[in-house]
C-alpha cells in the first residue's frame, strides 16, 4: 500500500509539474492561476510521499528496498527519521520536497502581484520540480519494493549516525534549492525582456537565505569531518566538500555585484551569469555526489541518475546563455566605471577573485575525472593544490573586504582614501609588527593576521563615526545609536557584522593550518604523554555496548599546568556490518587552542596498550563562533525592523 501510494503521489506530481511548465504557453491569461495550482498540487503531493517514506522509515517497512538498506530493528529512532536523506532515492525526495515548498511559497507571497515575470517565474520553477520528479518516478524511486522482505534491515552507514544529519544535509539541500528561486526570476526576466534591477530587487532575501544556508551547511560539514571522521582536521577538500562549496562562491560574488546594478545600472549581464553559474553549480554538485565517479565518504551510490542530472546540466547552461545572447542588444547598454579608484571597481575586482577561485576549484574538482576518462588513469588533486592557489585569491578578498565598504563611489579622491584608510593601515601594520616580534615568521599567516586587522580597525572606525554623527544630531546614547544606524541601513552593517565572522573565520583557518602539533605514542596504562601545555595520563582501557555496535575506549585523565581537566576517551567502534573498526576522536575545546585525541590502535585487551594520536589545534574554535557571528549578521540584515531608509 505504501508503496503504490507513494509512487502514484510523485506520478501525480510529474504531471501537474508538466501543467505548470506549459502553462505560460496554452492557457497565457490564466497562467499564473494555473502556475499556482500545479504548485499547490505538487506540495501536497510530494509532502504526501515525503511522509510515506519518513512513516516507512520510523515503522521498520521493509517491504521498502530504501527502508531495508537504511534502517534497522537496532537504528535508534532518531537515525530512522535521518534515514530519510542518507541515501540517493530518499536525499532526492527531501530536495524536491524543498524545492515545491520554497516555489509554493513564493507564488503565496506574490499571490496579489500579477507581474509580467510570474507567468514565467512559476513555470521555470515548474520545470526544475518536473526533472527531479522525473528523476524519481523513473530512476530513483524511493519507494521501489524489496521481495522476498528480510526481516531486518542494514541500517545507516555507520558514518551517518551522528547528531549533525539532522543539520548538515538539510542546510546544504535548503541553500541549494534557494538558489533557484533568484535562477527563475532572472529567467523570466530574460523571456520577458524585463531586465531592469526589479528581479535583483525582488529576490534579494532568497538569495541572502540561499547564501546562509549554504555557509551553514558548509561549517556544519567542516564541524561534522572535524569531529566524526577523526582525522584532526575540518576541510580536506574533498570533491564533493567542493560540489557543497563551488556554488558558494558565485552567489557571493552575485550578493556584491548586485548592489552595483540597482544603484548604477551596471553589469546586468555579469549578474545573470553568476545566478546562472550558481544555479548550475548546485546541479553540477548533485551530479558529482550522485553519479558514482566519485569514491567519497560523502558520495552516493552510482545508477542511471547521474546521466539524468549531466544531461539537465547542460540544458540549463545552454537554455540559460542562449537567452542571454538573444538579449544582447538589452543588455548592452549600460554605464561605464568613472575611475579606476571607486567602490565600483573594489566590487569588480571582488567578483574577478570569486571568478577566479571558482574556476580554480571547480577545475581541480573535474581534472581527475577529465584525466581518467581520457587516458584511463587515476589522479589525485590534493589539498596542496588548492591551498596554494586559493590561499592567494582569498587574501586578496580580504584586502578588498577592508576596501569596498569605504571608499567612495563613483570616484575615491585622495582625501578620501587617507582620512578612511591611513590609521586602521597603522594599526594593522602594529599588528604584524607585533606578531613578528613574538615569533610568527612565515610571510602567509603574518599577512592573513595583518589583513584581519586591517578589516576590523575599518569598518570599527567607520561606525565610530557614524555613531559619533548620530550623537551629535540626535543626542542618541552609543547604543541607540548603533540600533539607529542598523534599522536605517540593514544591509551596511549587517554586512559588517557579517565581514567580522569571516574576519573570526579567517584567524581560526590560519592559527590551525599554520601553528598545529602533534605526536603519536603507545602507552601503558599510567604512562602519559606530554604535547605542548597537556598532559596526557592513560587510565586504562572498557567496552561499551551502544544499541548499534560495541565500542573499546580509551580513558585518559588530562592536565594542563597541573590542573585535572578531567577525562576523554577517544574509541574505535565496531560495526556487525563493518569489517574494520571506525575511530571515534574525542576533544576538548577552548578558545586558545583545541586538545584533539584519536585513538589509532589497540593491543590484546589483557595487555591494555593503546596507540593514540594526540594534536593539538589553535584557534580552531574562531572557525565555529566566525560562523555564528556571520549567521547573526545575515539574520540583522534581513530582519524586518519596519520601514528604513538605505543609506550608500
Given at each position: 500500500?505504501?508503496?503504490?501510494?507513494?509512487?502514484?503521489?510523485?506520478?501525480?506530481?510529474?504531471?501537474?509539474?508538466?501543467?505548470?511548465?506549459?502553462a505560460?504557453?496554452?492557457?497565457r491569461?490564466?497562467?499564473?492561476?494555473?502556475?499556482?495550482?500545479?504548485?499547490?498540487?505538487q506540495?501536497?503531493?510530494?509532502?504526501?510521499?515525503?511522509?510515506l517514506?519518513?512513516?516507512?522509515l520510523?515503522?521498520?517497512?521493509?517491504?521498502?528496498?530504501?527502508?531495508?538498506?537504511?534502517?534497522?530493528?537496532?537504528?535508534?529512532?532518531y537515525?530512522?527519521?535521518?534515514?530519510?536523506?542518507?541515501?540517493?532515492?530518499g536525499?532526492?525526495?527531501?530536495?524536491?520536497?524543498m524545492?515545491?515548498?520554497?516555489?509554493?511559497?513564493?507564488?503565496?507571497?506574490?499571490?496579489?502581484r500579477?507581474?509580467?515575470?510570474?507567468?514565467?517565474?512559476?513555470?521555470?520553477?515548474?520545470t526544475?520540480?518536473a526533472?527531479f520528479?522525473?528523476?524519481?518516478?523513473f530512476?530513483?524511486?524511493?519507494?521501489e519494493?524489496?521481495?522476498?522482505?528480510?526481516?531486518d534491515?542494514?541500517?545507516?552507514?555507520?558514518?551517518?549516525?551522528d547528531?549533525?544529519?539532522?543539520?548538515?544535509?538539510?542546510?546544504?539541500?535548503?541553500?541549494?534549492?534557494?538558489?533557484?528561486?533568484?535562477?527563475?526570476?532572472a529567467?523570466?526576466?530574460?523571456?520577458?525582456?524585463?531586465?531592469?534591477?526589479?528581479?535583483?530587487?525582488?529576490?534579494?532575501?532568497?538569495?541572502?537565505?540561499?547564501?546562509?544556508?549554504?555557509?551553514?551547511?558548509?561549517?556544519?560539514?567542516?564541524?561534522?569531518?572535524?569531529?566524526?571522521?577523526?582525522?584532526?582536521?575540518?576541510?580536506?577538500?574533498?570533491?564533493?566538500?567542493?560540489?557543497?562549496?563551488?556554488?558558494?562562491?558565485?552567489?557571493?560574488?552575485?550578493?556584491?555585484?548586485?548592489?552595483?546594478?540597482?544603484?548604477?545600472?551596471?553589469?546586468?549581464?555579469?549578474?545573470?551569469?553568476?545566478?546562472?553559474?550558481?544555479?548550475?553549480l548546485t546541479?553540477?554538485?548533485?551530479?558529482?555526489?550522485?553519479?558514482?565517479?566519485?569514491?567519497?565518504?560523502h558520495?552516493?551510490?552510482?545508477g542511471p541518475?547521474?546521466?539524468?542530472?549531466?544531461g539537465?546540466?547542460?540544458?540549463?547552461?545552454?537554455?540559460?546563455?542562449?537567452?542571454?545572447?538573444?538579449?544582447?542588444?538589452?543588455?548592452?547598454?549600460?554605464p561605464?566605471?568613472?575611475?579606476?579608484?571607486?567602490?565600483?571597481?573594489?566590487?569588480?575586482?571582488a567578483?574577478?577573485?570569486?571568478a577566479?577561485?571558482?574556476?580554480?576549484?571547480?577545475?581541480?574538482?573535474?581534472?581527475p575525472?577529465l584525466?581518467?576518462?581520457?587516458?584511463?588513469v587515476?589522479l589525485?588533486?590534493?589539498?596542496?593544490?588548492?591551498?596554494?592557489?586559493?590561499?592567494?585569491l582569498?587574501?586578496a578578498?580580504?584586502?578588498?573586504?577592508?576596501?569596498?565598504?569605504?571608499?567612495?563611489?563613483?570616484?575615491?579622491?585622495?582625501?578620501?582614501?587617507?582620512?578612511?584608510?591611513?590609521?586602521?593601515?597603522?594599526?594593522?601594520?602594529?599588528?604584524?609588527?607585533?606578531?613578528?616580534?613574538?615569533?610568527?615568521?612565515?610571510p602567509?599567516?603574518?599577512?592573513?593576521?595583518?589583513?584581519?586587522?586591517?578589516?576590523?580597525?575599518?569598518?570599527?572606525?567607520?561606525?565610530?563615526?557614524?555613531?559619533?554623527?548620530?550623537r551629535a544630531?540626535?543626542?542618541?546614547?552609543?547604543?541607540?545609536?548603533?540600533?539607529t544606524?542598523?534599522?536605517?541601513?540593514?544591509?551596511?552593517?549587517?554586512?559588517?557584522?557579517?565581514?567580522?565572522?569571516?574576519?573570526?573565520l579567517?584567524?581560526?583557518?590560519?592559527?590551525?593550518?599554520?601553528?598545529?602539533?602533534?605526536?603519536?605514542?603507545?602507552?601503558?596504562?599510567?604512562?602519559?604523554?606530554?604535547?605542548?601545555r597537556?598532559?596526557?595520563?592513560?587510565?586504562?582501557?572498557?567496552?561499551?555496548?551502544?544499541?548499534?555496535?560495541?565500542?573499546?575506549?580509551?580513558?585518559?585523565?588530562?592536565?594542563?599546568?597541573?590542573?585535572?581537566?578531567?577525562?576523554?576517551?577517544?574509541?574505535l567502534k565496531?560495526?556487525?556490518?563493518?569489517?574494520?573498526?571506525?575511530?571515534?576522536?574525542?576533544?576538548?575545546?577552548?578558545?586558545?587552542?583545541?586538545?584533539?585525541?584519536?585513538?589509532?590502535?589497540?593491543s590484546?585487551?589483557?595487555?591494555?596498550?593503546?596507540?593514540?594520536?594526540?594534536?593539538?589545534?589553535?584557534?580552531?574554535?574562531?572557525?565555529?563562533?566566525?560562523?555564528?557571528?556571520?549567521?547573526?549578521?545575515?539574520?540583522?540584515?534581513?530582519?524586518p525592523?519596519?520601514?528604513?531608509?538605505?543609506?550608500?
Amino acid at each position: 500500500m505504501t508503496a503504490t501510494l507513494g509512487t502514484a503521489s510523485l506520478g501525480l506530481a510529474l504531471a501537474l509539474a508538466l501543467a505548470g511548465l506549459l502553462a505560460p504557453l496554452v492557457a497565457r491569461r490564466q497562467a499564473v492561476t494555473l502556475g499556482r495550482a500545479a504548485l499547490a498540487g505538487q506540495v501536497v503531493l510530494v509532502t504526501l510521499a515525503g511522509g510515506l517514506l519518513t512513516w516507512a522509515l520510523v515503522t521498520g517497512d521493509f517491504g521498502l528496498k530504501y527502508v531495508a538498506h537504511n534502517s534497522s530493528l537496532r537504528t535508534p529512532l532518531y537515525y530512522r527519521i535521518t534515514g530519510l536523506w542518507a541515501a540517493l532515492e530518499g536525499s532526492l525526495l527531501l530536495w524536491e520536497w524543498m524545492l515545491v515548498a520554497f516555489a509554493g511559497l513564493v507564488a503565496w507571497q506574490h499571490r496579489r502581484r500579477q507581474t509580467e515575470l510570474m507567468p514565467w517565474v512559476l513555470a521555470v520553477l515548474s520545470t526544475v520540480s518536473a526533472f527531479f520528479l522525473t528523476v524519481l518516478v523513473f530512476a530513483g524511486n524511493p519507494f521501489e519494493r524489496l521481495w522476498p522482505v528480510p526481516p531486518d534491515g542494514r541500517g545507516l552507514n555507520p558514518l551517518l549516525e551522528d547528531a549533525d544529519m539532522f543539520s548538515h544535509p538539510p542546510l546544504l539541500y535548503a541553500g541549494f534549492v534557494a538558489l533557484t528561486i533568484p535562477y527563475a526570476f532572472a529567467m523570466a526576466a530574460l523571456v520577458t525582456g524585463r531586465l531592469d534591477a526589479g528581479w535583483t530587487a525582488t529576490t534579494r532575501k532568497w538569495t541572502i537565505g540561499g547564501w546562509l544556508f549554504l555557509t551553514l551547511g558548509n561549517l556544519f560539514g567542516g564541524w561534522w569531518s572535524y569531529h566524526v571522521l577523526g582525522w584532526g582536521g575540518y576541510w580536506a577538500w574533498d570533491p564533493v566538500e567542493n560540489a557543497a562549496f563551488l556554488p558558494w562562491l558565485p552567489a557571493t560574488a552575485f550578493l556584491h555585484s548586485i548592489q552595483i546594478q540597482e544603484r548604477r545600472g551596471m553589469l546586468k549581464v555579469w549578474n545573470l551569469s553568476l545566478i546562472i553559474v550558481a544555479f548550475a553549480l548546485t546541479i553540477f554538485g548533485t551530479f558529482l555526489t550522485r553519479s558514482g565517479v566519485l569514491s567519497s565518504v560523502h558520495a552516493f551510490s552510482s545508477g542511471p541518475v547521474g546521466g539524468l542530472f549531466l544531461g539537465f546540466l547542460a540544458l540549463v547552461l545552454l537554455g540559460s546563455f542562449s537567452l542571454v545572447v538573444l538579449r544582447a542588444d538589452r543588455l548592452r547598454a549600460q554605464p561605464e566605471l568613472d575611475a579606476m579608484v571607486s567602490r565600483e571597481t573594489t566590487f569588480v575586482l571582488a567578483n574577478v577573485l570569486l571568478a577566479a577561485a571558482t574556476f580554480t576549484v571547480l577545475l581541480g574538482t573535474i581534472f581527475p575525472l577529465l584525466a581518467e576518462a581520457v587516458s584511463g588513469v587515476k589522479l589525485s588533486v590534493g589539498a596542496p593544490y588548492f591551498s596554494r592557489v586559493t590561499v592567494p585569491l582569498f587574501l586578496a578578498l580580504l584586502l578588498l573586504m577592508a576596501v569596498g565598504p569605504l571608499i567612495a563611489w563613483r570616484k575615491a579622491s585622495l582625501d578620501n582614501l587617507r582620512r578612511n584608510f591611513l590609521w586602521p593601515a597603522a594599526l594593522a601594520a602594529a599588528v604584524a609588527a607585533a606578531l613578528v616580534g613574538v615569533g610568527v615568521r612565515d610571510p602567509w599567516p603574518l599577512l592573513a593576521f595583518a589583513l584581519s586587522a586591517f578589516v576590523v580597525f575599518t569598518m570599527t572606525l567607520d561606525t565610530w563615526r557614524a555613531v559619533r554623527a548620530r550623537r551629535a544630531i540626535a543626542g542618541e546614547r552609543v547604543p541607540a545609536a548603533l540600533a539607529t544606524l542598523l534599522r536605517r541601513n540593514q544591509r551596511r552593517y549587517g554586512g559588517f557584522v557579517v565581514h567580522l565572522g569571516v574576519v573570526l573565520l579567517v584567524i581560526g583557518i590560519t592559527g590551525s593550518m599554520n601553528f598545529s602539533d602533534e605526536r603519536t605514542a603507545t602507552v601503558a596504562p599510567g604512562e602519559r604523554v606530554e604535547l605542548g601545555r597537556f598532559s596526557l595520563r592513560f587510565e586504562g582501557l572498557r567496552v561499551v555496548e551502544r544499541a548499534t555496535h560495541e565500542r573499546v575506549e580509551a580513558a585518559f585523565r588530562v592536565f594542563n599546568d597541573r590542573h585535572d581537566l578531567g577525562t576523554l576517551a577517544p574509541a574505535l567502534k565496531f560495526f556487525p556490518t563493518q569489517q574494520s573498526p571506525l575511530g571515534r576522536a574525542v576533544l576538548r575545546m577552548g578558545w586558545k587552542d583545541d586538545l584533539y585525541v584519536i585513538l589509532s590502535g589497540l593491543s590484546p585487551l589483557r595487555e591494555g596498550q593503546a596507540t593514540v594520536k594526540v594534536m593539538v589545534r589553535p584557534l580552531v574554535s574562531w572557525i565555529w563562533i566566525g560562523g555564528g557571528v556571520m549567521m547573526l549578521g545575515t539574520v540583522l540584515a534581513l530582519w524586518p525592523f519596519g520601514p528604513a531608509r538605505e543609506e550608500a
